[in-house]
């Protein structure tokens, strides 16, 4: 491909590693078509997970074969979809970079409602959607939507399985018409509702409350999303000490709508979680592919709050406000993923931890954002002729016990699907809601919910959303630089 090699240079340890550059250089043998199907190649080359394991990422192709492989591919999503290790269900590739980073800090166009989605019958592919919640200050507030309100068509058109992608999640406005369900009977309504997707920027703490249940102080806390985030983190830190404050005797962690995020932010939850973890305590740790295997490393509990400047270089830190407490309830769902699942098996070992909902995602896999510069970094020269870029799979998440076979999701303890009691869908924080009416029943010894008949209706999974990852942040990725070397 070029004269000119790419060494990558772990600035950690010296260690060198031979790559295929995305520097200029000169080209011999077929030339080269597509800039970003080199950009693609090399950085899966030296970071993806499973790169031993793809023939067509081996270090043995040489600069004549690898440019003729690369023109064979029309476009960067081909290539990289052929890049990928068979059992890869979560890496992905983007063609503007700066959408990305919004959604990764909860800012993206949204209609400003989380869906799910039901079969109405497994004879039939129709499909009905529910509202999960909705995000203050949204569309679908403004509108008038709330928890539990139902829909089958949109734009006057029936949901099914082959069309409820492109009519929900790749349109920007439309029309839904509203219905009801009664003893498992759905009605049309004739109300419709227009919603126009806007920019919002989603707080991750939905609820933080202190419930008082039979005389027991039981905290509550909402959290739909693992950001990377000074402000957000110092929410979190006070919604802990206002835990504290009123002498809570229980904590419900609610997870089921948190497909992932800041691997850095599920640290900082989980040392608030087990306050009595220090520093020499090890919450899980992070495994690389063989090219990076030296930087494999535990990943320790965190006694108190870093704080970033803009460049993500640590400031200061905010006193850690922790909870005191030997057990955990935790609120599940198939939506609950990757940095949510590392909390769970992170605490297992240290905490009495009681799942209550339905199996999570199981992904016990991090990820990091790959751009087109010198070092594959945000910060390197970045190319300005494009805004691809990666979110590859490079590392496998284990707990301080060495704990990974979570593949298929964590089973709850008591199972419990919100789906079956859609006829009446309370809202979330109240203590009659089915999952955390289930949590609080346990605390107090006291059942609190009359458990349904099955609704027969099947959870449709959702197309996984771009947070429903773990994000490596800066300081759990090995910083290095580029070095151009003479063949």
Same mark, same amino acid.
């Given at each position: 491909?070029?004269?000119?090699? &790419? /060494?990558?240079?772990? @600035?950690?340890?010296?260690?060198?590693?031979?790559?295929? *550059?995305?520097?200029?250089?000169?080209?011999?043998?077929?030339?080269?078509?597509?800039?970003?199907?080199?950009?693609?190649?090399?950085?899966?080359?030296?970071?993806?997970?499973?790169?031993?394991?793809?023939?067509?990422?081996?270090?043995?192709?040489?600069?004549?074969?690898?440019?003729?492989?690369? #023109?064979?591919?029309?476009?960067?999503?081909?290539?990289?979809?052929?890049?990928?290790?068979?059992?890869?269900?979560?890496?992905?590739? @983007?063609?503007?970079?700066?959408?990305?980073?919004?959604?990764?800090?909860?800012?993206?166009?949204?209609?400003?409602?989380?869906?799910?989605?039901?079969?109405?019958?497994?004879?039939?592919?129709?499909?009905?959607?529910?509202?999960?919640?909705?995000?203050?200050? *949204?569309?679908?507030?403004?509108?008038?939507?709330?928890?539990?309100?139902?829909?089958?068509?949109?734009?006057?058109?029936?949901?099914?399985?082959?069309?409820?992608?492109?009519?929900?999640?790749?349109?920007?406005?439309?029309?839904? %018409?509203?219905?009801?369900?009664?003893?498992? %009977?759905?009605?049309?309504?004739?109300?419709?509702?227009?919603?126009?997707?806007?920019?919002?920027?989603?707080?991750?703490?939905?609820?933080?409350?202190?419930?008082?249940?039979?005389?027991?102080?039981?905290?509550?806390?909402?959290?739909?999303?693992?950001?990377?985030?000074?402000?957000?983190?110092?929410?979190?830190? #006070?919604?802990?000490?206002?835990?504290?404050?009123?002498?809570?005797?229980?904590?419900?962690?609610?997870?089921?709508?948190?497909?992932?995020?800041? &691997?850095?932010?599920?640290?900082?939850?989980?040392?608030? &979680?087990?306050?009595?973890?220090?520093?020499?305590?090890?919450?899980?740790?992070?495994?690389?592919?063989?090219?990076?295997?030296?930087?494999?490393?535990?990943?320790?509990?965190?006694?108190?709050?870093?704080?970033?400047?803009?460049?993500?270089?640590?400031?200061?830190?905010?006193?850690?406000?922790?909870?005191?407490?030997?057990?955990?309830?935790?609120?599940?769902?198939?939506?609950?993923?990757?940095? +949510?699942?590392? /909390? /769970?098996?992170?605490?297992?070992?240290?905490?009495?931890?009681?799942?209550?909902?339905? %199996?999570?995602?199981?992904?016990?896999?991090? +990820?990091? %954002?790959?751009?087109?510069?010198?070092?594959?970094?945000?910060?390197?020269?970045?190319?300005?002729?494009?805004?691809?870029?990666?979110?590859?799979?490079?590392?496998?998440?284990?707990?301080?016990? *060495?704990?990974?076979?979570? /593949?298929? *999701?964590?089973?709850?303890?008591?199972? @419990?699907?919100?789906?079956?009691?859609?006829?009446? &869908?309370?809202?979330?924080?109240?203590?009659?809601?089915?999952?955390?009416?289930?949590?609080?029943?346990?605390?107090?010894?006291?059942?609190?919910?009359?458990?349904?008949?099955?609704?027969?209706?099947?959870?449709?999974?959702?197309?996984?959303?771009?947070?429903?990852?773990?994000?490596?942040?800066?300081?759990?990725?090995?910083?290095?630089?580029?070095?151009?070397?003479?063949?």
């Amino acid at each position: 491909m070029r004269v000119v090699k &790419l /060494i990558v240079v772990l @600035v950690i340890s010296g260690i060198w590693l031979n790559g295929c *550059g995305n520097g200029n250089g000169l080209t011999i043998g077929e030339p080269l078509e597509n800039e970003v199907n080199e950009f693609v190649w090399s950085a899966m080359n030296v970071f993806y997970y499973w790169q031993a394991d793809v023939p067509n990422l081996s270090d043995s192709k040489n600069d004549f074969s690898l440019n003729s492989f690369l #023109n064979s591919y029309s476009t960067p999503e081909s290539l990289f979809d052929d890049l990928l290790y068979e059992d890869d269900r979560f890496s992905w590739i @983007v063609n503007d970079y700066e959408e990305l980073e919004a959604s990764f800090q909860g800012v993206s166009k949204s209609f400003g409602y989380d869906l799910g989605l039901v079969r109405i019958s497994s004879e039939s592919d129709d499909l009905m959607a529910y509202i999960k919640y909705v995000v203050p200050g *949204g569309p679908a507030e403004d509108a008038g939507l709330k928890r539990g309100d139902i829909f089958t068509q949109v734009n006057g058109a029936q949901l099914t399985v082959d069309n409820y992608i492109s009519t929900l999640f790749q349109s920007t406005s439309y029309t839904l %018409t509203l219905a009801t369900i009664q003893d498992n %009977t759905i009605s049309q309504t004739d109300q419709e509702v227009s919603l126009t997707a806007e920019e919002l920027s989603e707080n991750p703490i939905l609820l933080s409350e202190v419930l008082e249940v039979d005389g027991v102080k039981v905290g509550y806390l909402m959290y739909n999303q693992f950001i990377n985030n000074n402000a957000y983190h110092e929410e979190l830190n #006070n919604a802990i000490g206002s835990f504290n404050s009123a002498g809570i005797s229980d904590i419900v962690l609610d997870l089921r709508y948190n497909g992932g995020g800041s &691997l850095l932010t599920s640290r900082i939850l989980a040392s608030m &979680l087990y306050g009595n973890a220090s520093s020499n305590d090890v919450l899980g740790s992070i495994i690389y592919n063989n090219k990076l295997a030296e930087f494999n490393n535990d990943l320790s509990f965190l006694t108190s709050v870093p704080v970033f400047d803009s460049g993500g270089e640590q400031t200061s830190s905010l006193q850690m406000n922790r909870l005191n407490l030997n057990r955990i309830f935790i609120l599940t769902s198939g939506s609950s993923a990757s940095a +949510s699942e590392f /909390i /769970i098996a992170g605490l297992q070992p240290y905490m009495d931890v009681t799942l209550i909902g339905t %199996t999570t995602v199981g992904k016990n896999v991090g +990820s990091v %954002t790959l751009y087109d510069s010198d070092d594959y970094l945000k910060s390197g020269a970045l190319n300005p002729n494009h805004k691809y870029a990666i979110q590859p799979i490079i590392s496998q998440l284990a707990n301080s016990v *060495g704990f990974t076979d979570y /593949i298929d *999701g964590f089973d709850p303890d008591i199972e @419990v699907n919100e789906v079956d009691y859609l006829e009446d &869908l309370k809202p979330l924080g109240d203590p009659s809601e089915p999952l955390l009416a289930e949590a609080l029943g346990v605390i107090t010894g006291v059942a609190r919910i009359e458990r349904p008949r099955d609704s027969g209706m099947e959870v449709i999974r959702i197309a996984p959303k771009q947070t429903e990852t773990i994000l490596l942040d800066d300081e759990n990725v090995p910083k290095f630089i580029n070095s151009l070397m003479l063949d």
